[in-house]
């Protein structure tokens, strides 16, 4: 397993550092800054302005203004949606810089996020653009004498409280249908990686999008995401992020002004692998779907379930897999995997790893840190695994993997389905009638079959059970943005009911 440190690409200065509120960077109120670190190394990028609950209320205030009284949701759709592909062009302008920024603030492949991460938000901004312009209520067919028809109109300010593990990613994936549907926003980005959101709200402003339309609070959860699921004048709250914190969100929605909130929360998903698959396929599509940005990520496949009569060769395909991946640099293009996002993390997953040895499953590959500094862990293979373990159970987070071995199809649906969480699934089968009844009989939102990680715009993501509700990504997180009004109206001779 080896681990590089060289590095050709130049992090660029970081030229935005404060909160972005009603169009202007400014300091926060109290004057304070708390740093943003480089997992690479563990030293410090630079100091971001700390955000607290007077300068939630300050963002909100002009959120609030510009949803009541701007020009944002009176402007048609299509200008709206113009506005956005503005955004989604500037975006791609900038794609190298924005790049480094979730690279070296959050570990990732920097080769990855100039790929996918940031194309995608262009992506996804186009895409809610483009139905900015098509929300229709419907008209009522009511019984005697009455007209009906709904409306879709924008829910108001929306407050947006997104993690570290795909800051870009996930900050579109909210922003984009918010602002299409016509609401405002205060986005409270992960206190370990500000730095692309406040990149996008400079972006925002040269596009033309409105003052107070889109305002960034960095800050802690504690304090700036607790002020903003308790605001009294936010009308919805949406959370990507761990189950404990969606709990107080939604505590802090019920308590203050029940606002309607969507969380997507933790997962602990399983990948059922029966035993006609193809076997490089198969392992190629359970590496890539628990390794891929070194296991941060929520639907990654954790519980890895191999029928027996591939199990050995499975597992030895995987442990190669785990023994070639080069962990270091994320600016490396050489790099499979860089560090973990930070240090609470880093040492969290090293603790379940020592959980897992210390209850009985057997290490096959992994589990040690890597280097002098910064944050990197070895690709982690448990074997001898059982759903009973803390590793199986609880969320990682980490590039941690558990294998299990069943023997029939009803089996393994009841053993997937052996979890508190309902996020994402995987079946790797040639048999259609398999993939057909185990797609419907896991609990899930997503059911991935012979591929993983297959995300796109136009499918919708979330959760069942504990992973939360709400969906993100389609159309289906438009309407989340979205109330339904209904109007009705006597209709005096009509000649036809």
Known sequence: MGSHCESSVKI???????????????????????????????????????????DVDLAVKAARHAFDYGPWPRMSGSERGRMMMKLADLIEENVEEIAALDAVNGGKLFTLCKAIDIPGAARTLRYYAGAA?????????????LQGYTLREPIGVVGSIIPWNFPTTMFFMKAAPALAAG????????????????????????????????????????????????????????????????????AAAAASNLKSVSLELGGKSPLLIFDDADIDQAADIAFRGMFYNKGEICVASSRVYVQEGIYEKLVKKLVEKAKATVVGDPFDPQVNQGPQTDKKQFEKIL??????????ATLLTGGKHVGQKGYYIEPTIFTDVNEDMIITKEEIFGPVMSLMKFKTMEEAIKRANNTTYGLASGI??????????????????????????????????????????????????????????????PIHDSPWH
């Not at 200065?13 to 690479?40: A, Q, Y």
């Not at 630079?46 to 607290?52: A, E, H, N």
């Not at 312009?133 to 004498?145: A, E, F, N, Q, Y």
């Open 133 to 145: 312009d098509k929300i229709h209520g419907t008209v009522l067919k009511m019984s005697k004498g």
């Open 12 to 54: 660029p200065p970081i030229k935005f550092t404060k909160l972005f509120i009603n169009g202007n960077f400014v300091d926060s109120i109290s004057g304070k800054t708390f740093d943003t670190i480089d997992p690479r190394t563990g030293e410090v990028i630079t100091k971001v302005s700390l955000g607290d609950r007077e």
């Open 428 to 489: 790797i089968t040639k048999n259609l009638n398999v993939a057909n009844t185990v797609s419907r009989s896991i609990r899930a939102g997503v059911v991935w079959i012979n591929c993983y990680t297959a995300f796109d715009v136009d499918c919708p993501y979330g959760g069942y059970k504990m992973s939360g509700f709400g969906r993100d990504f389609g159309l289906d997180a438009l309407n989340q943005y979205l109330q339904i009004k209904s109007v009705v109206t």
């Open 183 to 250: 609401c405002t926003l205060v986005v409270k980005p992960a206190e370990q990686t500000p730095l692309s959101a406040l990149y996008y709200a400079h972006l925002a402003k040269l596009a033309g999008i409105p003052d107070g339309v889109l305002n960034v609070v960095n800050g802690f959860g504690e304090t700036a995401g607790a002020a903003i699921s308790a605001h009294m004048d936010i009308d919805k709250v949406t959370f990507t992020g761990s189950t404990e914190v969606g709990r107080k969100i939604m």
């Open 351 to 360: 603790s379940y790893i020592e959980h897992g040895k210390r209850e009985g």
